[in-house]
């Protein structure tokens, strides 16, 4: 059964910076794209930045390029999202999705709600 669980979100400042996390089980995760959406209520969830199986690759929307890092740890089956400058814009929930690498499969996390209020 696979699951993928995020965490980190949470209440920040505008200019202020978060850590998301996601948390892999069962599956061979380097066999996986990784990448993290996010949605507003009554949007699209809007894909946000993704990174290759191996980690060499990473890409990310025009709207948080600058801003935000994504990175992954095979070993402990982890990705990362690292948020700076945080804008009020930013306010939604997070998901982490792994796409398989040879087809379309694809599993999504629950999400975490990211607030950037002062």
């Known amino acids: 059964q696979v699951q993928l669980v995020e965490s980190g979100g949470g209440l920040v400042q505008p200019g202020g910076s978060l850590k998301l996390s996601c948390v892999a089980s069962?599956?061979?995760?380097?066999?996986?794209?990784m990448r993290w959406y996010r949605q507003v209520p009554g949007k699209e969830r809007e894909w946000v930045a993704s990174?290759?199986?191996?980690?060499?690759?990473?890409n990310y929307s025009d709207s948080v390029k600058g801003r935000f890092a994504i990175s992954r740890d095979n070993a402990n089956k982890m990705v990362y999202l690292q948020m700076n400058s945080l804008k009020k814009e930013d306010t939604a929930v997070y998901y982490c999705?792994?796409?398989?690498?040879?087809?379309?499969?694809?599993?999504w996390g629950q999400g975490t709600q990211v607030t950037v209020s002062s």
């Open positions: 069962g599956l061979i995760f380097r066999n996986y794209i």
């Open positions: 999705n792994a796409r398989y690498i040879a087809n379309s499969n694809g599993y």
């Open positions: 990174i290759s199986n191996d980690g060499y690759r990473r």
